[in-house]
T-cell receptor
Framework: DVKVTQSSRYLVKRTGEKVFLECVQD?????MFWYRQDPGLGLRLIYF???????EKGDIPEGYSVSREKKERFSLILESASTNQTSMYLC??????????????FGPGTRLTVL | EDQVTQSPEALRLQEGESSSLNCSYT??????LFWYRQDPGKGPEFLFT???AGEEKEKERLKATLTKKESFLHITAPKPEDSATYLC???????????FGTGTSLTVIP
């Protein structure tokens, strides 16, 4: 069965802290994604990675960075957390584009609150 | 610009009252249209993928259809456990990105 896990369900941090969100998938997928979800705005893509050490900016990369050192793990980093980064963060993965039009599989989400 | 619009934003139905959710899209070459269900505080759960106009997929009380400009998610005789937010997303042939709508929040009242 498909499995995407995220390191925390709930996280509370202070303004200016460095925050790490981790995502792990067990499907040997090449592609991994980080989204944030806010009421009325839907899911917005922050970054995605199509291979180890490869990354591309999504629609809202400002204030975020990512790391993909191993195929199964994709980390989202908030270098200096701000209150406007309070949101639900969702990680997703999918197989290689050329071979599949398969869906993205989502993790359970991390609800981050920045005080 | 690739875009997805879902309507209505919210829908309240009596148990057993059938209805449809709409997903309108503009995309430069549709690779796939995806429907997801999302329960409060959880990640989206995959329901269907549709690839070409005229295609239909069914799962229990849900049926998804696709035209060249929109997709419908038909809910037949809904039950309270169908209450959730339903998300639609499209992927174009160019690029790896999915474009999501803002969802329809469905409430089914017993």
């Amino acid at each position: 069965d498909v499995k995407v896990t995220q390191s925390s369900r709930y996280l509370v941090k202070r303004t200016g802290e460095k925050v790490f969100l981790e995502c792990v998938q067990d499907m040997d997928h090449e592609n991994m994604f980080w989204y944030r979800q806010d009421p009325g705005l839907g899911l917005r893509l922050i970054y995605f990675s199509y291979d180890v050490k490869m990354k591309e900016k999504g629609d809202i990369p400002e204030g975020y960075s990512v790391s993909r050192e191993k195929k199964e793990r994709f980390s989202l980093i908030l270098e200096s957390a701000s209150t406007n980064q309070t949101s639900m963060y969702l990680c997703a993965s999918r197989g290689r584009l050329a071979l599949s039009t398969d869906t993205q599989y989502f993790g359970p989400g991390t609800r981050l609150t920045v005080l | 610009e690739d875009q997805v619009t879902q309507s209505p934003e919210a829908l309240r139905l009596q148990e057993g009252e059938s209805s449809s959710l709409n997903c309108s899209y503009t995309v430069s070459g549709l690779r796939g249209l995806f429907w997801y269900r999302q329960d409060p505080g959880k990640g989206p759960e995959f329901l269907f993928t549709l690839y070409s106009a005229g295609e239909e997929k069914e799962k229990e009380r849900l049926k998804a259809t696709l035209t060249k400009k929109e997709s419908f998610l038909h809910i037949t005789a809904p039950k309270p456990e169908d209450s959730a937010t339903y998300l639609c997303a499209v992927q174009a042939w160019t690029g790896n990105q999915f474009y999501f709508g803002t969802g329809t929040s469905l409430t089914v009242i017993p």
